[in-house]
């Protein structure tokens, strides 16, 4: 009412964009994404925003994931470099669940049907291409590992001949730190491509002349994976 105090108007605006935000419909979606753009939540609020948008959303479609991607995009969003990492992994996770495929059932789809498919085109003409540019631009090796992790955690499988690359260290900025976060980045999802991704593996555990950390790295990722006997043989 008019006459609340301004401790509970802001309280019960609070809990208003609590409830938007998790609940997780479309309408919901677009309407807190506009909040964020427009640069009306807090800082605290837009990082809630970005990470939890793969947990509450119901309905990733492929427009609904567009329209997240033009988020992420936003200045809004860019001009935060703590929060232009978040969202990168966040919005990599949720299109690898959403249109990849996962182990795990994120969404209804028994219910609504398969709402973005491997064969979404914007994947390989615009997300992927947009992540590639992040890693290519940034300047600091924080900024590199948050878009390897980002690409990894993606998974499509154009993005392994890039990491595969960071990983044999054959990339100009390559350092020991890269090559572990590449090593790494694809653990949730390196048994889709065991058959590229295991002899690099293996290249550098069995190779004294690497460090310590990236051999640990990738005898963890061949212990995980448990690769046929053939490879252990070579």
């Not at 992420?72 to 470099?81: G, L, R, T, Y």
């Not at 990849?100 to 609504?112: I, M, R, T, W």
């Not at 992927?128 to 990894?152: M, R, Y």
């Amino acid at each position: 009412s008019l006459s609340a105090s301004q401790e509970v108007k802001q309280t019960v605006r609070n809990l208003f964009i609590d409830i938007v935000r998790n609940s997780g419909s479309s309408p919901c979606v677009m309407f807190i994404l506009e909040l964020l753009k427009t640069y009306q939540l807090t800082e605290i609020e837009n990082y809630y925003t970005i990470v939890t948008l793969g947990h509450y959303i119901k309905t990733p479609t492929e427009e609904l994931i567009h329209q997240i991607f033009l988020t992420i995009k936003s200045p809004a969003v860019q001009e935060k470099f703590w929060l232009k990492g978040s969202a990168h992994l966040a919005f990599a996770n949720l299109v690898r669940n959403a249109c990849l495929g996962s182990a795990k059932s994120y969404y209804p789809e028994d219910v609504f049907g398969k709402m973005c498919t491997s064969s979404n085109k914007k994947i390989v003409q615009e997300y992927i291409p947009h992540l590639v540019q992040e890693l290519k631009s940034a300047t600091t090796s924080i900024d590199k590992q948050i878009a390897l992790w980002s690409l990894g955690q993606l998974a499509h499988e154009s993005v392994v001949p890039i990491m595969i690359n960071y990983m044999e260290g054959k990339t100009q900025d390559s350092t020991n730190q890269l090559r572990k976060v590449a090593l790494y980045a694809l653990n949730d999802v390196a048994h889709f491509y065991k058959h590229k991704l295991v002899p690099v593996f293996l290249a550098v555990a069995t190779n004294p002349a690497e460090s310590r950390n990236l051999r640990i790295a990738a005898i963890t990722m061949l212990m995980k994976w448990e690769p046929d006997t053939v490879y252990m043989q070579t």
